[in-house]
Structures are given as structure tokens and as C-alpha cells.
């Protein structure tokens, strides 16, 4: 059957420019979210965490968002690489259930050059 | 420190079939989680083995099951496959029993059912 989840979101940008992807979570209680990197034919990545007591967290060349009262989050990467195309993922750990991570749908980035 | 390694990488059963696939823990970690990723959506959780014990399980039906060994590698079982079950399904590792610290995930075992 037609899989209905083929059209993922998709954001073009140029080599050397900054990105933000955006995520909507679903769960107010999740105190812990996660963005992971999916490359074609791996397993998701690690990229950074955070945790609901802050709002902005820092890594190399990313910074993650968060904002609680609109349930979002957001992934900023800096000055774009080609390495950095992939399939990019949020994920939230609810409280309840606290022993597995909720994955939203996904957005694909594509750098070009 | 190796990570993740699932096997096979690659497989395809005919519907009614029975499946086990396999996942290596990284080194240290204790904690196994099962996810299933159709195509083009994000991982859903299935269950996770914590010290031989189920430690939580998703809304997948009693034909998905799963066993853990003592050295924490794990296996994934599913019954009377199904068209649907056709996705990517991926193994994750962590320290933890809960979803903290960070997964270390494999780079799965992609299932074709026809």
C-alpha cells in the first residue's frame, strides 16, 4: 500500500549558510528531548540534548531551542557542510513511559554547493 | 569501544514467515531497545530489555517479542509476518534503563516482506 509518510518536510539550503529546523512535540509532561542525524542506510546519530529546566544548549557548529510553552523545538546548525545533508530528527522521552524516546517525523536537509 | 552491530543487514520474507534478527550491544551499555522505521517516518519504539527483562514495551502486537542474553546482546522475534511489518528496524544500546543518556543506535536490519 502507499506509505503515507514518503513526503517528508525538506529544507534546501547553500553550503556555508546557516539552518534551522523546526519540531513540534507532542507530550507537555517529556522533560528530556533529543536531535538525532539519519544518514542514508544508518541508524540515527546523536547530535545534542536537552533537558526542560533550559531553554538554549550549544555544541559544535548546532544549538538547540527549546520552547515549552509552545511545545517546540528547534536545531540550528552553522555555516553548513555538505556532510551535514541528512535526515534530521527530534525526540522527546515523556516521563510516563520514561523507558523509550517518541520520534517525530522527520526533516530533510539538503546542502548545496 | 565497539558500537551497534545488527545482523542481517538486509533481508525478505514471504508473508506468514517468522523472523529473528540479532543486535550486538555497544560495550558497557546494558540496556537494549527495539524501534521499527517504516519509510520515510521516524523510529517507533517496540520494547526495551534491561538485565534479561522486558522494561517497557510500545503498541506493537504480542507476535513482536524479543529476548535479551547475559552479555546484553539482544534478538528481535517477529510471527506471522505481515506486508506492514516491511521497514528498518533498528537496535539501540544505552547505559541506562530509561531513554537518558543517549542511545548508541545500529544501522539496522532492513525487513521486505512480499
Known amino acids: 500500500g502507499e506509505s503515507v509518510g514518503l513526503h517528508l518536510p525538506t529544507l534546501s539550503v547553500q553550503e556555508g549558510d546557516n539552518s534551522i529546523i523546526n519540531c513540534a512535540y507532542s507530550?507537555?509532561?517529556?522533560?528530556?528531548f533529543i536531535w538525532y542525524k539519519q544518514e542514508s542506510g544508518k541508524g540515527p546519530q546523536f547530535i545534542i540534548d536537552?533537558?526542560?529546566?533550559?531553554d538554549k544548549r550549544q555544541g559544535q557548529r548546532v544549538t538547540v531551542l527549546l520552547n515549552k510553552t509552545v511545545k517546540h523545538l528547534s536545531l540550528q546548525i552553522a555555516a553548513t557542510q555538505p556532510g551535514d545533508s541528512a535526515v534530521y530528527f527530534c525526540?522527546?522521552?515523556?516521563?510516563?513511559?520514561?523507558?523509550?524516546?517518541?520520534f517525530g517525523q522527520g526533516t530533510r536537509l539538503t546542502i548545496n554547493p | 569501544e565497539t558500537g551497534v552491530t545488527q545482523s542481517p543487514t538486509h533481508l525478505i520474507k514471504t508473508r506468514g514467515q517468522q523472523v529473528t534478527l540479532r543486535c550486538s550491544s555497544q560495550?558497557?551499555?546494558?540496556?537494549v531497545s527495539w524501534y521499527q522505521q517504516a519509510l520515510g517516518q521516524g523510529p517507533q519504539f517496540i520494547f526495551q530489555y534491561y538485565r534479561e527483562e522486558e522494561n517497557g514495551r510500545g503498541n506493537f502486537p504480542p507476535r513482536f517479542s524479543g529476548l535479551q542474553f547475559p552479555n546484553y546482546s539482544s534478538e528481535l522475534n517477529v510471527n506471522a509476518l505481515e506486508l506492514d511489518d516491511s521497514a528498518l528496524y533498528l537496535c539501540?544500546?544505552?547505559?541506562?534503563?530509561?531513554?537518558?543518556?543517549?542511545?548508541?543506535f545500529g544501522s539496522g536490519t532492513r525487513l521486505t516482506v512480499v
Open positions: 507530550n507537555s509532561a517529556s522533560d528530556y
Open positions: 536537552i533537558r526542560s529546566n533550559m
Open positions: 525526540a522527546e522521552n515523556p516521563l510516563e513511559g520514561a523507558q523509550k524516546l517518541v
Open positions: 539501540a544500546s544505552s547505559s541506562y534503563r530509561g531513554g537518558r543518556g543517549g542511545y548508541t
Open positions: 560495550s558497557g551499555h546494558n540496556t
